[in-house]
């Protein structure tokens, strides 16, 4: 496989372009190369500038989940553009988007449409702070939720893959209000809350992507649910990366708790920029024009994005692809243990639904702690690997893998001989 024309790309994005990426984590920082230039894709395959066909667990880090170009979702894409790109004003669109958004998550009555995950996510920290009247914020280690000032610490993901603490270029005051605690660790919750009256909430990752997948221990989220409305706080369910992927009620569903606050993004917008904030009606009132917190946006609720939301939402909820996605995440963790045990080599799989991924250590991996035990130059071998045998990972060892429902069981069998191949270069 060659990636000339990917190489020739590069060189010339240097000159105009930081890392020649709009967004760190498509650079190849931790496995060396050079990104690849993408193409085209349709369904399960996505194809780089120099013809290579991959099979795609990427899916633009999640928001492809029915695979590329549905024909349903192009379809309404191609209506909605024949009536104009964007008018700063509301559309019906939008109500029939916001009543998909409502029905399927149970603590949300009404929302608001933002353009991003970390829009969503900066918006909802700033009402938790409206409602409750405190300032201070806990999140997990390891969980990422966008790139706002005060979560850009501990934060997992491109961090993560860069070895970075935090970001440069954040004051001191942005993040004195954000307290870090333990992933599957009440303890470290409560010791906060032991030191300090004025915190808001806790945000969440319901099943973490960004550290690699961490699942929550049983009852986690229950546990902090109940600790938080004790004393008077909020819990944000940060779904943005498994809203409408673990389930059409996102990971809250399955894991049978309800968020104060739900953050949505990546699949809501079906491949184009769309992110969310919801919860009930006496917290959603605090926002404007309804209430005093402000948020806005030019092109919020942008046309062409809610109807590729619309179409895309309507068409999971008519494939309810959630049973095959379990059956083929089984089936893939069955399959890395089985090759990496062929080839003695230590792994765990972690997988909630949709998404999976292998970390190259022993034991388990419950926090970000336990993730960064991984080896990552094993990661970087079977990663160039996995590409040259045409299939599209990401290039990390801290991020998901991601199914989408236009997989194919030729699909399967093309990646089960790639994890062969890839476990057996790691062995050498
Ligand atoms: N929250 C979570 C859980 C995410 O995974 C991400 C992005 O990966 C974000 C927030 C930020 O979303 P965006 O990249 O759309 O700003």
Redesign the pocket.
């Known amino acids: 496989m060659n990636h000339k024309n990917s190489e020739k790309l590069y060189q010339k994005g240097l000159k105009h372009l930081v890392g020649a990426v709009n967004s760190p984590v498509r650079a190849f920082a931790s496995v060396g190369g050079n990104p690849l230039f993408i193409k085209k894709a349709k369904g399960s395959k996505i194809v780089d500038v120099d013809a290579n066909k991959y099979i795609d667990y990427v899916l633009s ?1 999640g928001p492809m989940i029915l695979g590329h170009r549905h024909k349903k979702v192009e379809k309404a894409i191609k209506k909605a553009l024949k009536n104009g790109y964007t008018f700063g004003a509301s559309t019906k669109n939008e109500i029939k988007l916001a009543k998909i958004v409502c029905d399927a998550f149970t603590g949300i009555d009404k929302v608001r449409f933002v353009n ?3 829009e969503a ?1 900066l918006s909802a920290l700033r009402l938790a702070r409206a409602y409750t009247g405190k300032d201070k914020i806990i999140k997990f280690s390891g969980c ?4 706002s000032d005060a979560l850009l610490v501990a934060a997992g ?1 491109g961090l993560a893959t860069l070895s970075l603490p935090g970001s440069k270029g954040v004051p001191e005051g942005a993040v004195k209000n954000t307290l870090i605690a333990n992933y599957n660790d009440i303890d470290s919750v409560k010791a906060h809350f032991d030191k300090h009256d004025d915190i808001a909430g806790v945000i969440i ?1 319901p099943i973490a ?2 550290m690699g997948v961490v699942l929550p221990q049983e009852n986690f989220l229950k546990e902090l649910k109940d600790y938080l409305h004790s004393k008077n706080a909020l819990l944000i369910i ?1 779904e ?2 498994t809203g409408f992927r673990s389930k059409f009620g996102g990971a809250q569903e399955v894991l049978g708790v309800e968020a104060d606050i739900t ?1 949505l ?2 699949v809501i917008g079906g491949g184009f920029p769309v ?1 969310a904030y919801g919860a009930r009606n006496e917290i959603m009132e605090m926002v404007a024009p309804l209430g005093g917190m402000y948020q806005a946006g030019t092109l919020s609720g942008n046309p062409i994005a809610m109807a590729a939301g619309i179409a895309t939402l309507t068409e999971l909820k008519k494939q309810n692809p959630y049973q095959k996605f379990e059956e083929v995440a089984l089936w893939l963790e069955n399959t890395l243990l089985e090759k990496a045990n062929k080839h003695n080599i230590d792994i765990v799989v972690n997988r909630f639904g949709s998404m999976i991924n292998p970390f190259f250590t022993k034991g388990k991996v419950t926090n970000f702690e336990e993730a960064q035990q991984s080896d990552t130059e094993k990661f970087a071998v079977f990663f160039w690997e996995m590409i040259n045998s045409g299939i599209f990972l990401p290039p990390s060892q801290f991020e998901a893998w991601f199914l989408s429902s236009s997989l194919s069981e030729k699909d399967l069998e093309k990646t089960e001989k790639a994890i062969d191949k890839a476990m057996k270069a790691v062995a050498k």
């Open positions: 880090y991003s995950g970390t996510v990422y939720h966008g790139h993901s990752e992507g960004n940060d943005v990366m953050c993004g990546k992110g």
